[in-house]
């Protein structure tokens, strides 16, 4: 089952560039990487999703290697509005009308944007 | 996108008693998911729900303790049964619309004394 590792917490400045990287080692052939974000009090967010290589849309990057063992999601020029918990999340969920669970989040990077 | 809304937002219960939590979706979707939330920690999914079928239950979580309704594509509901102060927690549920990407509802802050 393809669990994600990620940093627990992350500081940066307004206007700064901003990498978040999840390691999945034991990701399977058909699942996808999906990044989700969280403000307090609130569900989670989709921000971006990916199989390979590379994806972008107007919110952000996701970088995903060739071995696609990890994945790196970039958020340009962040602002304080950025603020909030960042998770992965590798799986299949249509594995799960069977019974198998691949919908594991990751404890989350907590990213803190200063001015 | 779909839209989801939980209903009771938050509560306050008593140990020992019941909370039945509705999700409801303003679109048709075939699956369904309950994510739990303690406070400052990530979402642990309780189980899948599909139309017609069986919840089906992840490790840890039983049907006597949370069980789930699923009578149509739109509407879902989770009870908590027989609570303790340790369900207390954010219930969260969500629905795949499109090529596993989820949508969550805003949840459900529960609060057991």
């Known amino acids: 089952l393809a669990k994600t590792t990620q940093p627990i917490s992350m500081d940066s400045y307004e206007g700064q560039e901003v990498n978040i990287t999840c390691s999945h080692n034991n990701i399977a052939t058909n699942d996808y990487i999906t990044w989700y974000q969280q403000f307090p009090s609130q569900g989670p967010r989709f921000i971006i999703q990916?199989?390979?290589t590379k994806v972008t849309n107007e919110v952000a990057s996701l970088f995903i290697p060739a071995d696609r063992k990890s994945s790196t999601l970039s958020l340009p020029r962040v602002s304080l509005s950025d603020t909030a918990v960042y998770y992965c999340?590798?799986?299949?969920?249509?594995?799960?009308?069977?019974?198998?669970?691949?919908?594991?989040f990751g404890t989350g990077t907590r990213l803190t944007v200063i001015p | 996108s779909a839209v989801i809304s939980q209903k009771p937002s938050r509560d306050i219960c008593q140990r020992g008693t019941s909370l039945t939590i509705q999700c409801q979706v303003d679109s048709q979707v075939t699956m369904m998911f309950w994510y739990r939330q303690q406070p400052g920690q990530s979402l642990t999914l309780i189980a899948t729900?599909?139309?017609?079928?069986?919840?089906?239950?992840e490790s840890g979580f039983v049907i006597d303790k949370f069980p789930i309704s699923r009578p149509n594509l739109t509407f879902s509901t989770l009870t908590v049964s027989n609570m303790s102060p340790e369900d207390s927690s954010i219930y969260l549920c969500s629905v795949e619309y499109s090529k596993e990407t989820q949508y969550f509802g805003p949840g459900t802050r529960l609060l057991v004394l």
């Open positions: 990916g199989y390979k």
């Open positions: 999340l590798v799986g299949d969920a249509t594995r799960s009308q069977t019974g198998a669970n691949n919908l594991f």
């Open positions: 729900a599909n139309q017609g079928s069986e919840a089906t239950y």
